[in-house]
């Protein structure tokens, strides 16, 4: 069974039609027990960092995905979720996160012309094979909304990178954890293309 982690943010319904879409039921949480019983588990997003740390504290959920993870189960991040899974994020402050990959989510440079939060559509490109990009082809467009991004401190956890207008991480991937910046549930074809990969794992 699919998961979806419900912790007060994000458009989970959105992720859950996704699934539906490519022949997949895929529940939504809030239980850690139903987290541990997944087949695969999804950590979703939009909102503040530290807001949602405080609430997968609260519930226990935080160890339960930690414990999906380390127990080798196919996990996703989505959009904030990607940057929860990082040890430190400066949004509004300086708080700690899940710590699954080493590294910080960091603010985009202010720069003449270039407006934050990153908004629309970019295109990918490919730094090394993943599952969650099986078929997807060359330079694939998804959508991003998004003020932060990630910095790794080890830079083979990246997957794909976009530019804006210098590359970041779009997806990062360490063994059964894979998470994206973009949302998947907007991107047409490509993200419902993901969703059906990551499924499948």
Not at 4 to 27: C, P, T, W
Not at 110 to 118: F, N, Q, S, T, Y
Not at 130 to 158: C, K, M, N, R, T
Request: hydrophobic share 40%; proline share 7%.
């Amino acid at each position: 069974m699919i998961v979806i982690i419900d912790y007060g943010m994000g458009n989970l319904r959105s992720v859950q039609k996704a699934f539906e879409a490519v022949g997949h039921e895929a529940s939504i949480v809030a239980e850690p027990e139903r987290i541990r019983d997944a087949s695969h588990v999804v950590l979703p997003g939009v909102g503040a960092f530290a807001d949602a740390m405080t609430e997968l504290r609260r519930t226990g959920m935080d160890q339960a995905f930690t414990e999906a993870v380390r127990a080798g189960k196919p996990c996703l991040g989505v959009c904030l979720g990607l940057q929860l899974l990082f040890t430190t994020s400066f949004e509004d402050g300086e708080f700690t996160g899940l710590d699954l990959i080493p590294g910080r989510v960091v603010r985009f440079e202010a720069r003449p012309g270039l407006k934050v939060p990153h908004m629309g559509w970019n295109t990918l490109s490919v730094r090394r094979p993943i599952p969650l990009l099986e078929g997807i082809g060359a330079d694939p467009s998804v959508y991003f909304v998004h003020s932060y991004h990630a910095v790794p401190d080890d830079p083979a956890d990246v997957a794909a990178v976009s530019d804006y207008p210098d590359p970041f991480p779009a997806i990062v991937n360490r063994e059964n954890l894979t998470a994206c910046q973009f949302h998947p549930e907007k991107s047409q074809q490509v993200g419902l293309a993901m969703y059906a990969n990551f499924a499948r794992q």
